[in-house]
């Protein structure tokens, strides 16, 4: 009984400060602060990110992806992680949760919408870093069109 709450206490601290790296990360995203999202990344991330490329190796490549995709948002943005469910165990945790991801364009137009995103992190040097990054949404095999516009 002792180990098994000894344990549990451990898992939800790691919780607390993996919920709390995540906040703070989706922070840095809204503040458009590239600097700031890329030190929650571990130096060699793989990413599966919803758009432009089939995946990104390394901090790198991914901080160019990020630059470019605020980049395309003149105006304001919104990222917003909804659900998040988290898992620790060790020096691993796996997070997956639903993301509103939108930004206004040099016309104006607010594009975006829902995504799926799972993380996967590991414990580098006394924090949590995001080793792997997935984002995608559903799509229609029809049109083969993604469906940005379901909601939860």
């Given at each position: 009984?002792?180990t ?45 990110d ?6 990104f ?38 997070v997956h ?56």
């Amino acid at each position: 009984m002792r180990t098994e709450t000894i344990e549990a206490t451990t898992a939800k601290a790691a919780e607390d400060e993996i919920r709390a790296a995540i906040e703070n990360w989706a922070e840095a995203v809204n503040a458009r602060d590239v600097k700031r999202i890329m030190a929650h990344y571990a130096p060699d991330v793989v990413a599966f990110d919803a758009i432009a490329a089939l995946q990104f190796k390394g901090v790198e490549a991914y901080g160019k992806h990020w630059k470019t995709c605020l980049a395309m948002c003149a105006g304001p943005t919104t990222f917003e992680v909804h659900e998040p469910a988290i898992t620790a165990n060790g020096g691993l945790a796996f997070v997956h949760y639903l993301c509103l991801c939108s930004g206004t364009n040099d016309k104006g137009e607010t594009q975006g919408g829902w995504t799926r995103a799972t993380v996967c992190l590991r414990r580098i040097g006394g924090r949590w870093r995001i080793v792997h990054e997935h984002f995608s949404a559903p799509f229609d095999p029809a049109s083969g069109k993604a469906l940005f516009d379901l909601k939860p």
